[in-house]
């Protein structure tokens, strides 16, 4: 039987998960320590506790006219505006306003407020960083910082004996569409791309081994699946698993060795039954069938989509590398062109153009609202895809700290939440109190479009054997 503690959590306003006016933080000045750091973005610990600033890094925008010149830049602003208008969503060039509405608007309907942390935009000035490596020098965007919920820790409890383990899942299902390359059909309906992916990362010697972790299984509602995925990805983390102990983050060198701190915090035997932990939290939690309803919004994978949005900003799909080629320039997957003479054995390749092309046809007739809506619906996929769930335990000692009644007892910014109210609820699985928190849940620009396409060629002529054993 699961029991429920309520947990106390800020003021928020219950569509847009953020801190209402009247009851946020005093942020005047927030000085800030680095607290871990990603592709896109940098988290930075406050002096106010259970509070972050996330900050967007400066300088992942390399080169864009050089892809395509300034025209093609300004078709492609124009279009990703049309996307999301239709979506009756408007931006306004305020990047950390507009991921704030991104999240209100688009995120939170799939996966549900009382995932999300709470969230708002800091003025200008109002943020200044005390301390940062060399490598973030200069590249700190301090203008777009957001102030949230730290989701390490859990609200109204004392960090001490607060263990977070941080999963990123990745995509938990496969590409059933018939846009995809006739030779490579079988094969990405059948592995998840994150395998596909450990194949390519073993060619570039970016890991020593391939991992066992696969997300199909962790995805799959099976809780021995599931379980056996948790161990997978705590015995081979990669990039993919990260360890907070009292909401100071484990070295990925020294993951293990979380770990092995984190069981002991919680009074677990080893990294076994933490998987078991884990498994029940997040099949009570139900939180992955939101975030795989989420990443399937799109049914069209990348070859397709890129080759629309060529289409529609006027370039020629016919440029499109071939998947697989490794850099060479193919006419495969446009409008019926099948010039490739290295692949004249491959009988399942000649109806590629044409279901690719009838695809385009469809999508750029009269009307491309069809077109509009396919593209945004990739761009939330990829969102989807691309997040991290924040499981938040510690053996349940405490009681709450106030009540819904007597909201000036609470700690500054917090409030408690009556038993009951599922949004803001502190649940309890086997004697431990926990939290799931969704981050990294950014909206993604057409502009990447072309990078994914590109990987996913890499992926699939890395994966060259496995190709011919399913095709044989």
Not at 166 to 172: T, Y
Not at 192 to 206: A, D, I, N, T, V
Not at 246 to 253: A, H, K, N
Request: charged fraction near 25%; include cysteine; charge should be negative.
């Amino acid at each position: 039987m699961r029991n429920i503690q309520t947990e106390p959590r800020s003021r928020c306003c219950a569509v847009c998960s953020s801190f209402d006016a009247e009851h946020a933080p005093d942020v005047r000045l927030v000085a800030a320590t680095l607290k871990g750091t990603g592709n896109a973005n940098a988290v930075f610990g406050t002096t106010q506790a259970g509070l972050v600033v996330r900050c967007p890094l400066k300088g992942r925008s390399v080169a864009r006219a050089e892809r395509g010149g300034e025209e093609h830049e300004r078709l492609l602003a124009s279009l990703e505006f049309r996307v999301w208008s239709g979506k009756s969503l408007v931006f306004t060039g305020d990047s950390a306003e507009d991921q704030l509405r991104y999240r209100s608007c688009i995120v939170a309907p799939f996966i549900g407020v009382q995932y999300l942390p709470l969230a708002m935009r800091l003025d200008a000035g109002a943020f200044r960083v005390a301390a940062q490596p060399e490598s973030l020098q200069g590249r700190v965007d301090t203008d777009a910082a957001i102030l949230m919920v730290d989701g390490t820790l859990l609200a109204g409890l004392s960090r001490e004996g607060v263990v977070c383990i941080e999963m990123k899942p990745k995509f938990g299902g496969v590409v059933r569409c018939d846009t995809v390359p006739g030779r490579y059909r079988l094969l990405k309906r059948s592995v998840s791309r994150y395998q596909l992916h450990q194949s390519l990362k073993l060619e570039q010697g970016l890991i020593g081994r391939r991992s066992a972790y696969d997300p199909l299984d962790l995805f799959s509602n099976d809780p021995n699946r599931m379980r056996k995925a948790l161990e997978a990805l705590m015995d081979s983390p990669q990039n993919n698993l990260a360890v907070f102990l009292r909401g100071i983050r484990v070295p990925c060198e020294e993951t293990a060795g979380g770990l092995d701190q984190a069981c002991e915090l919680l009074g677990l035997v080893d990294h076994a039954h933490l998987a078991v932990v884990l498994q029940g939290v997040l099949a009570w939690e139900g939180v992955l069938n939101d975030i795989l309803r989420m990443q399937t919004v799109c049914e069209h994978d990348v070859q397709a989509v890129e080759a629309l949005l060529r289409e529609m900003v006027g370039a020629d799909p016919r440029r499109a590398e071939t998947p697989g080629s490794r850099g060479s320039r193919g006419s495969r997957g446009s409008r019926g062109a099948a010039d490739d003479d290295d692949n004249d054995d491959d009988d399942d390749d000649d109806d590629d153009g044409g279901n690719l092309g009838a695809f385009l046809d469809m999508m750029t007739s009269a009307d491309d609202s069809a077109a509009l809506d396919l593209l945004a619906d990739y761009c939330i996929a990829t969102t989807a895809k691309d997040c991290s769930i924040l499981v938040s335990m510690a053996l349940a000692k405490s009681k709450p700290v106030a009540s819904l009644d007597s909201p000036d007892t609470a700690a500054p910014g917090q409030m408690n939440i009556k038993q009951g109210s599922r949004p803001c609820e502190l649940g309890s699985f086997g004697g431990i109190s926990y939290r799931v928190t969704v981050v990294d849940l950014d909206r993604k620009s057409l502009r990447k479009l072309e990078g994914h396409k590109r990987l996913d060629d890499e992926i699939l002529g890395a994966n060259v054997g496995l190709l011919h054993s399913f095709n044989s």
